[in-house]
């Protein structure tokens, strides 16, 4: 599946029948890559674990070249050094940004959602109609009529001088 979240988050306002009818396949899309994303970075952690322990056993049983009594603490120090450990917690590290990042992908879906709520909303109450008073509406030609004639009243005294 592809994922293209600026397009997946934009809302077309000229058609939400449309926007709703994708709304809920695209957070499903998201909340399933989310999850998958998810177990991927609790599985690359138990594996970080897994490399760091077998690495203090390992330094506690054979010692450490150089040291000549391992401490825990050293042992642990020493694990956290080695190539193999730092390999698995930068992979470790990469599948837990990548899944807060569709994690906030769902978050913005879930806003996604809100917006079209209010959007729809809005289009029942008539938000984007014209005015509804026939004397509002007066009003405003009236107050608009005034500004063309004072303005143009000062530009004919200008044109005098």
């Known amino acids: 599946m592809k994922y293209n979240f600026k397009e997946d988050i934009k809302i077309n306002e000229d058609n939400l029948q449309e926007e ?5 396949m695209l957070f499903w899309k998201y909340s399933k ?4 994303l998810r177990a991927k970075a609790i599985k690359a952690n138990e594996k970080t674990k897994l490399i760091k322990s077998e690495l203090i056993l390992k330094a506690s049983k054979d010692g450490i070249e150089g040291i000549d009594r391992i401490s825990d603490v050293k042992a642990e120090a020493w694990a956290r050094t080695q190539q193999e450990y730092l390999q698995a917690k930068e992979e470790w590290e990469n599948a837990e940004l990548e899944a807060e990042i569709f994690d906030a992908a769902v978050y913005a879906l879930v806003q996604k959602k809100t917006a079209l709520e209010n959007l729809v909303r809005l289009t029942l109450g008539d ?3 014209y005015p509804k008073y026939e004397e509002a509406s007066k009003e405003l030609k009236t107050k ?7 303005s143009s009243k000062l530009s004919e005294k200008e044109e005098d001088k």
């Open 144 to 150: 608009v009529k005034k500004a063309i004639v004072s």
């Open 127 to 129: 938000y984007y109609s």
């Open 33 to 36: 890559k989310a999850k998958e």
């Open 20 to 24: 709703w009818i994708k709304q809920p």
